[in-house]
């Protein structure tokens, strides 16, 4: 079968394939430094599953209290492997990131002590968390202060205001790797360390927290790696693989992965208690198959990069830069170009591909977001998806996909549309021309 005559069937000019493939074939070395890393994970993974002697019992689960529950230890022993943790606490219980978050903010927080936030605001979802906006039931409702030292026009850390923002009450920092609806960069492993060093020379009992939300397996190390003492991710985002249908995990040291227990389920009980149900096979695999398909994404956001900068768009990353996250962000500028994108990203998905997607209100979000994602998990962002919240600099920030051929196809869906729209003209460059001041300050 002619694989153009395939595209053509499902509405993918000859002109939009070809230059799609043009485009990949500039790819290859970026590729290739992928798989490396994706190999590394991947037998790091399984080496966990070997060391902990994970079996058949334990891919079933518990019900009632879940005592016993060998299955979940075992899962949360692979899990401080892979992290190089002393603890994990990997659940279903925990119902989504901004959840994860929030159970090691909360339960390692006291009244009378300060966050800090060393590189800017935080996730959307997390300024209610915190009490950035009010919320009842934040940490400042709790007499827990926040305090917050933006990165410096050029995306670094103002070290200068972060030595002053830390002082005696500083009880935790708040680090998020990717970056999340903003079009600032994601952080290196690296440049994270660097940060912890920094903090923990002034004060060495800080508690250095990473939101690791689409990082995971992106690198060849964890926050964990560089010195943090907890790390937190959602399992409907790269450490699930695509089969979890949720939760998440909080690996860390000991006694703050304690505290997030007893917050999650109570004092007293802790980690013994939370069945697992019918879960834990999902968690287990899907983890087992994270470096690879955090791999397609990866390329499918490189490739993404490469069709719009190439059209004359700004993204974040540039597509040769090394990527942190899975997040590529394309900035449209207007509220046309994210809604197309969108919604190409939705036709081009294996469920509810026939909807068409708008903004709307969404819980935990000041402004109207449009959301693609024609998932098997709901909601799942490891999956093909899209999201733009309807607000300068209009970018869309698309992620995942779990096998290349369907990001590929998702892209090229994109540009097709751009392209029907007169968004894109034939030569595959943008129309429109209008500048936006927004734009010359992106770092
Ligand atoms: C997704 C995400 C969160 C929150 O996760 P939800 O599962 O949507 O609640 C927090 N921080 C970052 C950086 C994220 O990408």
Known sequence: MNIKAVYHDLGISEAVFNYGEKILAGLAERFREIDEVTEINQLKILSAFQNNQVSEAHLNGTTGYGYNDIGRDALERVYADIFHTEDALVRPQITCGTHALAVALMSNLRPGDELLSPVGKPYDTLEKVIGIREAPGSLKEYGITYRQVDLLPDGGFDFPEISKALNQKTKMVTIQRSRGYQTRPSLSIQSIGELISFIKNINPDVICMVDNCYGEFVETIEPT??????????????????????????????????????????????????????????????????????AAALKGAIFAARIYEKAGFITRPLSHETYHDIIQAIIFEDAEGVIAFCQAIQAAAPVDSHVTPIPAPMPGYECPVIMASGSFISGSSIELSADGPIRPPYAVYFQGGLTFPHVKFGILKTLQNLVDKGIVDKGFRRVSSKEDKNISKLP
């Open 225 to 294: 790696d560089v010195g943090a003492d907890l790390c937190v991710g959602s399992l409907i985002k790269n450490p699930g693989g695509g089969l979890a249908p949720l939760g998440g995990y909080i690996a860390g040291r000991s006694e703050y992965v304690e505290q997030a227990a007893y917050r999650l389920i109570s004092p007293g009980l802790g980690k013994e208690v939370g069945a697992s149900l019918d879960v834990l096979r999902s968690f287990y695999q899907g983890l087992f198959l994270a470096p690879t398909v955090t």
